[in-house]
């Protein structure tokens, strides 16, 4: 087993984790101090392109070599050298990540731009906030001397990995500069480049992958979350800024310089597209300013015109990705277009044969017909790094030259896109308004320092006042404000920002066809922090004097944030003397809910032991713990784990018909198990528990929820519902469930609500959850299980139901024997 805070056997945290970057000589950037700026270029002058190190010559070959790749200390070190001789590149570390590996970011531009970096920088600054430009003058003069930024992203899902490979290709390429079309990029660009967004994933999925070498489950996907919390997950990650790696390089890229593109580059699936960009499919969330979407199909069909042009076949835009929810999309609240890219894949590094009558159909396209969004299939054949690489680089070269041939057009953009967002839009209030001191201080914590990070303006009241405020159902009040309240004007640059997080989302219902299954949005239709972290906020459309009459502060720094993470009010229970011992399940198909709720355990300082399939499967758990937690994960995943001959055997298998006994045992003995959601299969099939899922065999047309809130009424005389008012939220999914029981001795303990529950983002067929029990608790021998329809711990978001989690957990240590 693993004690708190370890995360995976000792011997893949050794060579995947922490001692990946022991592997050679550490590069000053490796070194750097957190949180430092520090400069890896060497004196200026110019550098003929034949002085500079190329990858190859670094790294003993080409990049793109099949079963070849460079881990996050090779990578260092090229780019240092490249940067050491370059004048034209230079290296920062912003700040270590989740693992302690340096977190680094290139800057690419002519030598005489990079003499001038902190003019270009300032000139940006004025152009994203209109209100420091005193004239039209003043605004030509910063259009016509100022750089396109652009801000390139790679490998943020680290066994994507053509990414960061191909980011050491193109910082040799700009570096050396050997036509006129790469001078006209470094003379009108400036380049920031993030070679990876997840160092550590980058070292555990490249030392993973060379162990796979030669073996029959060759290029297999790990059997650990390829970020340390959140795995997939951290590209949800940018409107809640939980993660190390969000937080550096928001702070550091996207509001230090405000880029005009951000260039986000990913990978998919083998058997459709080799490459996707946008134009977006609808919905667009409806805070992104209309230019920004037109801006970015301009580009993205650009992109793919050029790439045409060179003989990349199988380029397919406007297809599979909306623009609904920010959290993938944190410029589009900021100024700039976001291009996601995502190349086809390889089984990582090793090459594979995709036959043409293999290749099938993606989401608003086909892969062997023409259309005008797709129009030049991909044959079928063979697909190697050397492609995944080619493609990367080709898109993002054709990005950079738009950027440098309209380099006055995207500032001229940018500057209005500012300008409409100091002006108002008429759909947005005149202000948020936030209560002080509301109780939930976690929540308000998160709030407050979501905003701060996202650079809007958060400002108090210094005296109370009056305000008509505008409620969920549209109707207009007068309400009273204590002095302190934080005030959110909404004529500010990042206005769009605060509407989207604060406001309730109302996600437009999308049908195949009338009447069919609905069309499955990307990702989750709502994200409103308010509901979620249990805190009021109040569209303000006008405040009694005027918002000039409250005396505000100046805009809050995160000097000003409260100290951050801090609820023992809410952890008390799992903290106290004596607290029950809590075991969280990991398994080798690892679960990004896992992960997710190891972080947040991690933060609030709750203790907890790791435990994986044959922990579990040597039974007498109760000798070691008084609480088992199963997160969302599928019942057979669970118990069957990964197939024999699909990896390394010592990872096969789940916990087992053996793992299933000595859970029934445990709680027979005495034990409390929790179970969210999908996992609740497991504790019903496992102890014969009298519940079963209403939404079972629903079809989609009649009952969708994808993501998004609902009411919850809680019977707060229950002890897991300890502290919780008798209306909160859930976040509920698709995973999601809802129980029936006949059996009076399973205590309902909250329910979804009445009538028409839905909250914020989408629901089909409310009625067949409304009023429904979505957490019950079960007595069972001398134990019980507690099952949650929904995820209490949704992304680090749902500060709302953290206690439910909490108290369920330590329901054992004040358990009442039945």
């Known amino acids: 087993m693993i004690r708190a805070r370890m995360y995976q056997a000792g011997a893949l945290l050794a060579a995947?984790?922490?001692?990946?970057?022991?592997?050679?000589?550490?590069?000053p950037a490796a070194t750097?101090?957190?949180?430092?700026?520090?400069?890896?270029?060497?004196?200026?002058?110019?550098?003929?392109?034949?002085?500079?190190?190329?990858p190859a010559s670094y790294l003993g070959y080409k990049v793109g070599t099949d079963r070849k790749l460079a881990d996050w200390n090779q990578v260092l070190g090229y780019l240092t050298e490249l940067a050491q001789a370059s004048p034209r590149v230079k290296m920062d570390t912003l700040g270590q990540t989740t693992l302690d590996r340096p977190f680094v970011m290139l800057t690419i531009s002519s030598e005489a731009n990079m003499r001038r970096l902190e003019h270009y920088r300032e000139i940006n600054r004025k152009l994203a906030d209109p209100r420091t430009i005193a004239s039209s003058a003043e605004a030509e003069q910063l259009i016509h001397e100022g750089k396109a930024i652009v801000l390139i992203t790679a490998t943020i899902h680290s066994t994507e990995v053509g990414g960061t490979q191909m980011t050491m290709r193109l910082a040799h390429e700009l570096a050396s500069a050997r036509t006129a079309a790469d001078r006209e990029i470094l003379d009108n660009v400036i380049l920031l480049l993030v070679p990876s967004l997840n160092p550590d994933g980058q070292d555990m999925v490249v030392h993973w992958?060379?162990?796979?070498?030669?073996?029959?489950?060759?290029?297999?996907?790990?059997?650990f979350l390829y970020h340390y919390y959140t795995g997939h997950d951290d590209n949800r990650d940018w409107y809640f800024f939980s993660q190390k790696e969000t937080q550096l390089t928001v702070k550091y890229a996207h509001n230090?310089?405000?880029?005009q593109i951000v260039h986000d580059i990913h990978q998919q699936g083998s058997r459709a597209s080799r490459f996707f960009i946008p134009p977006w499919i609808d919905p667009v969330e409806p805070n992104v300013d209309p230019l920004l979407i037109e801006s970015a199909?301009?580009?993205?069909?650009y992109m793919a015109w050029r790439m045409g042009i060179e003989g990349k076949k199988g380029i397919v835009v406007n297809a599979t990705y909306d623009a609904w929810t920010p959290s993938r999309a944190y410029q589009h609240y900021h100024g700039g277009v976001r291009i996601l890219t995502e190349t086809a894949s390889a089984d990582i590094a090793t090459p594979i044969t995709v036959r043409w009558d293999q290749l099938q159909p993606g989401r608003n396209f086909d892969s062997r017909k023409a259309s005008w969004n797709f129009m030049e299939p991909w044959p079928g054949g063979d697909w190697h790094l050397s492609d995944i690489v080619d493609y990367m680089q080709s898109g993002a070269t054709a990005l950079l030259t738009h950027a440098a041939e309209n380099r006055e057009a995207w500032l001229r953009s940018f500057l209005r896109i500012g300008e409409r967002a100091v002006a108002g839009w008429n759909r947005w209030p005149q202000a948020w308004v936030i209560p002080p001191d509301q109780g939930n201080h976690l929540g308000q914590q998160e709030l407050q320092r979501v905003m701060v990070q996202a650079d809007v303006e958060v400002r108090r009241a210094g005296h109370a006042f009056r305000a008509q405020v505008r409620l969920p159902d549209s109707t207009v009040v007068t309400k009273d404000f204590p002095a302190g309240s934080w005030i959110i004007p909404m004529k500010q640059p990042y206005a769009g920002f605060a509407q989207a997080m604060l406001e309730r989302q109302h996600y437009p219902d999308l049908r195949e066809y009338p009447g069919g299954p609905p069309k499955r949005p990307y990702d989750v239709t709502a994200q409103t922090l308010p509901l979620m972290l249990d805190v009021d906020a109040f569209q303000a459309t006008s405040v009694d004097g005027g918002l000039a009459a409250l005396d505000l502060s100046a805009p809050m720094t995160d000097a000003d944030l409260m100290t951050r993470r801090s609820a023992p009010e809410l952890t008390a229970p799992l903290t106290r003397a004596g607290a029950p011992r809590v075991?969280?399940?990991?398994?080798y198909s690892p679960s990004m809910d896992e992960g997710w709720t190891r972080w947040i355990f991690d933060q609030l300082g709750v203790p907890y032991t790791t435990v994986h399939d044959a922990d579990i499967r040597a039974g007498h758990l109760l000798d070691r713990f008084d609480a088992l937690l199963l997160p969302q994960q599928s019942a057979r995943s669970i118990i069957e784990g990964r197939p024999a001959?699909?990896?390394d055997p010592k990872y096969v298998g789940g916990i087992g018909q053996a793992g299933v006994q000595a859970i029934h045992d445990f709680v027979q003995a005495g034990g409390t198990l929790v179970t969210l959601t999908e996992a609740n299969d497991l504790a019903i099939q496992a102890l014969d528990l009298p519940l079963r899922n209403r939404l079972d065999g629903l079809k989609p047309q009649d009952y969708y929820i994808p993501g998004s809130i609902l009411r919850l009424d809680v019977d707060a005389a229950q002890p897991v519902a300890a502290g919780m008012p008798r209306q909160s939220t859930a976040w509920v999914e698709r995973g999601a469930m809802a129980f029936d029981t006949t059996d009076p001795s399973v205590r309902v303990i909250a329910r979804y609500g009445q009538g028409t529950p839905l909250l914020s983002g989408w629901a089909l067929g409310q009625q067949h959850i409304a009023g429904?029990?979505?957490?019950?608790?079960?007595?069972?021998?001398?134990?019980?299980?507690?099952?949650?329809?929904?995820?209490?711990?949704?992304?680090a978001q749902t500060v709302a139901t953290y206690p439910l989690l909490f108290n369920a957990l330590a329901a054992g240590g004040s358990r009442a024997q039945p």
């Open 16 to 27: 995947w984790a922490v001692g990946a970057c022991a592997s050679s000589q550490p590069t």
């Open 32 to 54: 750097a101090t957190p949180g430092a700026m520090r400069d890896a270029a060497s004196a200026p002058g110019a550098v003929s392109a034949t002085a500079l190190p190329t």
């Open 209 to 223: 992958y060379d162990e796979t070498l030669g073996k029959p489950w060759e290029g297999a996907s790990p059997p």
């Open 256 to 259: 230090a310089w405000h880029p």
């Open 297 to 301: 199909n301009d580009l993205g069909t």
């Open 583 to 587: 075991a969280i399940y990991q398994s």
């Open 645 to 647: 001959g699909s990896i």
């Open 772 to 795: 429904q029990p979505a957490l019950v608790e079960v007595p069972v021998g001398k134990g019980r299980v507690i099952l949650f329809g929904f995820r209490p711990q949704y992304r």
